[in-house]
Each structure stands twice: as structure tokens, then as C-alpha cells.
């Protein structure tokens, strides 16, 4: 995500504005409304916040800025009996086949990369998803209730069938059936709230509707139907491709950052950035994407952003070159990284830590999923 009096950006607004209508005041951790009277009060509940992520490998900075700092904003913001659950989703990265010595490499690098980036594992439970089996259990019961048309009807799932020529070959009923499993992953914690990306909002309408059709069928408020946080923070785009999003599965390792690239390594990468020839510097997404997609990453990478707006920092930038842009692009990526590459490199080579961590994050996992499964059992007629 300086001395000098600052404007407030409107996504700062929006995470200041998340921080204190949906997870309370840290100073005023629940919300009390006094009767006419004065005799009874009605405090607001106490929240449970779920995100996941894949373990495939070292993040980018699309990752970080889209979502993985705004992880971090919730631990810092949230209120004190509010619950933050952060998984490494190990079970969703195997709907495509792994190495498994690689996908066990990847797992320690993103647990490392979780600790590096500032989460607290006293303050958010985290864990590998495969190490609570009441994910996998659960995706199996509600499974039983899910409607194959629904998922059927899945826009991933509709676009990996409309570039397979053979489908019924390649395609895998764990592509079908994962959102099951993030429905599961969510509804299995209790979570009030995920925070997404626009791209996963219809996965977690469908766990709404898990949630709602199962309590319709089997009576009571067994699972939480669970609320959804749209991210603030604008996709970050490909260097090489600035009409795609930045990603890790791009051919051209020179078109992301990686947050352990080094500060070389990103100023050629962003000197090498896809751009125009025209003159000046301005935003304009669809007449300069490769610009404007620079003007992004530049407003994003600072937590706190001096401007309003990406126009209004682009009418600071109007005189620049196009080298001075990239320069003072390459500046404030690598100040916003370092820290994370950094504290990477520590965790990364602390396997008793890192260890002990998963086994911490497990077993505060485990607790709270058997509740879930304790209910939904009792529920469904198994326990």
C-alpha cells in the first residue's frame, strides 16, 4: 500500500470505513443501542473474518495489494472479540495435479510469506486447510444438498468447458465440486464475513445458499449464512499484458513482482514494463493501460495514499518522462516490499517456528470446526 499533510484517498476512506462498521472500534469493541428507557442494551455479535489462499508459490504484488494486505489491515483494525481465520487452502490446489514435493515447498514458502507480510499467529488462527479433516467432511454433507445445475452454471467452471475440447476427459469433478469446498472452508468456522475479490462473489453466494438451504431442510441456524466483503483495492495488472491481470500462471515471470524479487530485479522489471509513446503522463485505463496500470501500482503500493484519486496523482506526474514514471515507480514498490522480503528470508530458513505455527494455527482450527461439525452432524442424523 512523507512528511508532508496528506489527503485522504477514497479507498483509505473504504478501509477505515470497513474497519469501523463491520468489525467495530478497537476501542469500542461492540455496539450498544440503549432502549427508551434506558434498562436494556443490544450489542452488536461477535465477528468471525475468513480468507484463504492457495499455496502456489511465492505471492505477487497483485496478491499483496489486492488482498493479503488488507489481511493485515483487519488484525490491526479489528475489534477484540472478533475472530480472524486465515487458511492455506492446500486442498484447492490440488484440483490441478501437483508435484508433491513442490506443492510441500510452496506450502512452507506461503506460510512464511503469511508471518512475513505481518500476520500475528496470537492474534488470527492460521493453518493448512488439510490438516482439519471437518473441511473435507463437511464439502461431503453439503455436497449431498448442492444442485449439480448450480454448479454447473459456475462461471469458471462454464469457461474451462468452453476452451476443452474434450471435456468429458480432462475436466475433473474436483473443478466441479471445489466450490463445495470454499463454501465448506467458510461455513465450518461460523465466518459472519469474507472478504473477495468480484471475480469469487458468486462462490460465496453459493455458500449463502448452502447455508440457508441446509437450515431450511434440517430445522434451526446450524450454519451461518456469511457476508460478503468486496476488497477496495483495483486488480493489479500484467507488466508485459496490461489488459490481464497480473498473475503467477503468465509464461513471462518478467510480467509480475514477486514480493522476494529483489530491488534489481524489480526496477528491471518495471523499466521493462509494457507503456506507449505517447507524450506525458496521464490515466486513462482504456486508452493507456500500460501507463495507467504503472499509475495503479504506484497509488496502491502506499498504504496510505497522498492523493484522492489516481487522476488526481496523475496530474502530479503529468511532466515526467516515462523513465522518471517508472523510476519513481520502482521507488515506492520497493519501499512498500522490503520489509516483507526481508522478514521472508528469516521465516523462511525457522522450520521450528514455522512448525509450530502450523501446529498452533491447527489446533485452534480443529476446535472451532468440531463445533460446526457437532451440530451439522446432530443435524443431519450422524451423531
Keep these: 500500500m512523507l512528511p508532508r499533510v496528506r489527503h485522504i484517498g477514497r479507498d483509505t476512506l473504504r478501509q477505515w ?25 443490544v450489542t452488536t455479535p461477535p465477528k468471525t473474518i475468513f ?20 489481511w493485515v489491515t483487519l488484525q490491526s483494525e479489528a475489534a477484540k472479540d472478533t475472530t ?11 484440483t490441478v495435479q501437483q508435484d508433491p514435493k513442490q506443492l510441500q515447498q510452496w506450502k512452507k514458502e506461503s506460510l512464511a510469506m503469511l508471518l512475513a507480510i505481518g500476520l500475528d ?23 449431498c444438498q448442492a444442485s449439480t445445475g448450480y454448479l454447473g452454471r459456475m462461471t469458471q467452471w462454464k469457461d474451462k468447458t468452453a476452451n476443452e475440447k474434450d471435456s468429458s476427459k480432462k475436466l475433473k469433478l474436483g473443478l466441479l465440486s471445489y466450490p463445495v469446498l470454499q463454501a465448506a472452508d467458510v461455513l465450518v468456522h461460523r ?38 466483503l468486496i476488497s477496495p483495492a483495483r486488480r493489479v495488472m500484467s507488466l508485459k499484458d496490461p489488459m490481464a491481470k497480473m498473475s503467477k500462471s503468465h509464461p513471462n515471470p ?15 522489471k518495471i523499466k521493462a514494463a509494457v507503456t506507449d509513446s505517447m507524450d506525458g503522463i496521464t490515466y486513462d485505463p482504456e486508452g493507456r493501460p500500460g501507463v495507467s496500470n504503472l499509475i495503479d501500482i504506484l497509488y496502491h503500493s502506499d498504504a496510505h495514499p497522498a492523493y484522492s ?34 522478514s521472508y528470508a528469516h ?10 505455527v502450523a501446529a498452533q494455527g491447527a489446533e485452534k482450527a480443529a476446535k472451532s470446526a468440531a463445533i460446526t461439525m457437532k451440530a451439522v452432524k446432530s443435524a443431519v442424523g450422524l451423531g
Design 191 to 228: 465466518a459472519t464475513h469474507v472478504p473477495v475479490g468480484h471475480d469469487q462473489a458468486q462462490h460465496l453466494e453459493f455458500a449463502r445458499e448452502l447455508a440457508n438451504g441446509f437450515n431450511h431442510t434440517f430445522g434451526g441456524d446450524v450454519l451461518i449464512p456469511p457476508e460478503t
Design 51 to 70: 480468507s484463504g489462499i492457495q499455496p502456489t508459490g511465492v505471492p505477487h504484488l497483485g496478491n499483496y495489494l489486492g488482498a493479503l494486505r488488507q
Design 254 to 268: 518478467n510480467s509480475r513482482i514477486l514480493l522476494t524479487d529483489s530491488e534489481e530485479t524489480i526496477r528491471r
Design 121 to 143: 499467529p496470537n492474534k488470527s488462527t492460521i493453518f493448512h486447510q488439510s490438516d482439519i479433516p471437518a473441511h473435507a467432511e463437511l464439502m461431503w454433507i453439503l455436497s
Design 17 to 41: 470505513s470497513l474497519a469501523e462498521s463491520i468489525l467495530g472500534s478497537r476501542r469500542v469493541p461492540s455496539q450498544t443501542v440503549w432502549s427508551r428507557d434506558q434498562s436494556t442494551t
Design 309 to 342: 484519486s489516481q487522476d488526481e496523482l496523475a496530474k502530479d506526474l503529468a511532466d515526467l518522462s516515462m523513465r522518471e514514471l517508472k523510476d519513481r515507480v520502482a521507488d515506492t514498490v520497493e519501499t512498500s516490499i522490503k520489509h516483507i522480503r526481508a
Design 347 to 356: 521465516f523462511l530458513h525457522d522450520n521450528d517456528h514455522l512448525d509450530s
Design 84 to 94: 480472524l481465520v486465515y487458511s492455506l487452502v492446500d486442498l484447492h490446489a490440488i
